[in-house]
């Protein structure tokens, strides 16, 4: 059996605000949607629970996010899930 192949978005990489900075992470496998995953600086991983047709509308949710709840909300784990 063959593993999937991982895509994952140019639209991924580090991301700062008020001197916390975070790894977000877009990526597919396969042909599937796109998933979103915020890494902050321990390690933790926060992964929203939608899909995204998109690489730009998971970017998107995530700037939305940032916008709404700051890094410190989303790095404890209060990911808003409306769009």
């Given at each position: 059996m063959t ?5 994952t978005?140019p639209l991924?990489?580090s991301f ?13 496998l396969g ?9 902050d600086s321990?390690?933790?991983s926060i992964?929203?629970?939608d899909?995204?047709?998109t690489d730009?509308a998971a970017r998107?949710?995530?700037q ?19 769009h």
């Amino acid at each position: 059996m063959t593993d999937p192949t991982i895509i994952t978005s140019p639209l991924s990489g580090s991301f700062s605000e008020g001197g916390i900075t975070v790894n977000v992470q877009i990526y597919r496998l396969g042909d599937t949607k796109w998933s979103l995953e915020v890494i902050d600086s321990d390690g933790t991983s926060i992964v929203w629970d939608d899909l995204f047709d998109t690489d730009d509308a998971a970017r998107t949710e995530f700037q939305r996010s940032v916008a709404e709840e700051g890094l410190v909300g989303i790095t404890a784990g209060s990911i808003p899930t409306r769009h």
